[in-house]
């Protein structure tokens, strides 16, 4: 019987699909395109928390975020259905991709948002939604973006004490969206699901950039 703590190995896991998921690119908030990649004044960040649906509506609502999608990304599976990454198969955590200007809002600022969200000590789980697919996660895109993250780790756990963070931070493997219903879910949803909950450990103003 498959353990869903704990990461499936390469060779174990799911083989996919060549063909992505077909989505509705319009993002249900703010009209932007889903698949649009970042311009040359735009950049961008992978946020796992936990289930997706919450995670998304944290990042969308804040000044600077120029789009949110939700999709899957860390593990080995090409293309999966939410089905898929559900059965801990995949290797995959449910994250949110994050698009930003880094003129009105930075990556610093995305962080602090990011570690005071979500407990960030749980290992293969968030609250009650158990699974490697809802391991704590960061994946980037740019080499200055991963020793912030790694650096805002480091911080955040010196302010914790314990327990110990258990984030994953690495550079950035594929990112394959999620299905439509899952997109903006809790704009669609006001009352849905939303497991975010942090543990009442902030970042000190001094930290702030």
């Not at 391991?135 to 980037?140: F, T």
């Not at 200055?144 to 690495?170: F, M, N, W």
């Not at 299905?179 to 000190?204: D, M």
Request: glycine fraction near 10%.
């Amino acid at each position: 019987m498959l353990d869903k703590q704990t990461l499936i190995s390469a060779a174990l896991a799911l083989p996919g699909r060549q063909e992505p998921m077909a989505i509705d690119d319009r993002h249900f908030v703010n009209g932007t395109s889903l698949s649009a990649k970042p311009t040359s004044n735009q950049q961008q960040v992978l946020f796992g928390m936990g289930c997706f649906w919450g995670a998304e509506r944290l990042f969308w609502q804040l000044d600077g975020v120029i789009s949110t999608s939700v999709g899957y990304s860390g593990g080995y599976t090409p293309n999966p259905t939410y089905e898929e990454v559900c059965s801990g198969r995949t290797g995959h955590a449910e994250v949110v991709r994050v698009i930003f200007d880094p003129e009105i809002i930075n990556v610093t600022q995305l962080l602090k948002c990011f570690w005071e969200q979500h407990n960030p000590t749980q290992g293969m789980r968030q609250g009650n939604d158990l699974g490697t697919q809802y391991r704590s996660a960061i994946y980037v895109y740019d080499p200055q973006h991963l020793s912030c993250a790694l650096d805002s780790k480091q911080r955040y756990q010196q302010l914790l004490g314990q327990p110990i963070v258990t984030t994953e931070i690495d550079n950035a493997k594929p990112y394959y969206f999620a299905e439509s219903g899952h997109q903006q879910y809790l704009a669609k949803h006001p009352n849905g699901y939303c497991g975010l909950g942090g543990t009442g450990v902030c970042f000190p103003p001094q930290h702030d950039v």
